[in-house]
Structures are given as C-alpha cells and as structure tokens.
C-alpha cells in the first residue's frame, strides 16, 4: 500500500525558508516520477515542482521558479522542497504526490504551510 508522508510545514515569516519532506513508501520510489502540489483556501490544488525519477528534469510553476527547489534521496525514498524568499501568496496545504497506482496516483495527506509577520 502506498504511504506518503509530509513533514515540515509551520509557520514562518516572509522572506524566510522552510524544506518540506515526503517520506514515500509501498512502491519503487526510484522508478517514479514526485510532485508538490497545494491547495489554498478557496482555489483549487495546483502544480508547484515535479522531479523525474533519478531527478535529470525538474520543471516548476512560475510562481515559484527561483524560489523553490525540488530534489529527491532515492536511497531514502524521500522527496523534497526547499523553499526560500517565502510570500504571503504561498500560504496553502502542500501535497506530495506519485502517479501510483494508475489511473489516480497516490496523495500524501498534506502540511501546512503559513507566511505571515
């Protein structure tokens, strides 16, 4: 069975940094592609980083690009997002996610993320 588990969300000043982990288990981690994903209150759930399975490609939303940085440890099957010069606007639940099992993929049960002064 599939587990994602997120960690390291929090509340955090703009400006500032926080990384967020998914712990992944239940499948071949090294074989599948992961992805960040949030949902702010009242929008719907949006890409925000994607990495390939032995992380050659990244590709970003470009409300973030420059700003965020997806990478993974397939030797730890965990993926991660550090993300730096933190705004207001990245307020949300932050998602991982795996495309596993078709047709639906997997979710993580999210973190939440809060910049604010």
């Known amino acids: 069975q599939v587990q994602l588990v997120e960690s390291g969300g929090g509340l955090v000043q703009p400006g500032r ?6 712990a992944a288990s239940g499948f071949i981690f090294s ?3 992961m992805s960040w994903h949030r ?5 719907e759930r949006e890409l925000v980083a ?5 992380s050659t ?6 409300s973030v ?6 990478s993974r440890d397939n030797a730890k099957n965990t993926v991660f997002l550090q ?6 606007d990245d307020t949300a639940v932050y998602y991982c996610k795996v495309n596993y099992p078709p047709p639906f993929g997997s979710w993580g049960q999210g973190t939440q993320v809060t910049v604010s002064s």
């Not at 940094?17 to 998914?22: K, R």
């Open 31 to 33: 074989r599948y592609v």
């Open 65 to 70: 690009r420059g700003r965020f940085t997806i």
């Open 57 to 62: 490609n990244t590709n970003y939303a470009d």
């Open 17 to 22: 940094s926080l990384t967020l982990s998914c």
């Open 50 to 54: 994607a990495i390939s399975s032995i």
């Open 83 to 88: 993300m730096n010069s933190l705004k207001p």
């Open 39 to 43: 949902q702010a209150p009242g929008k």
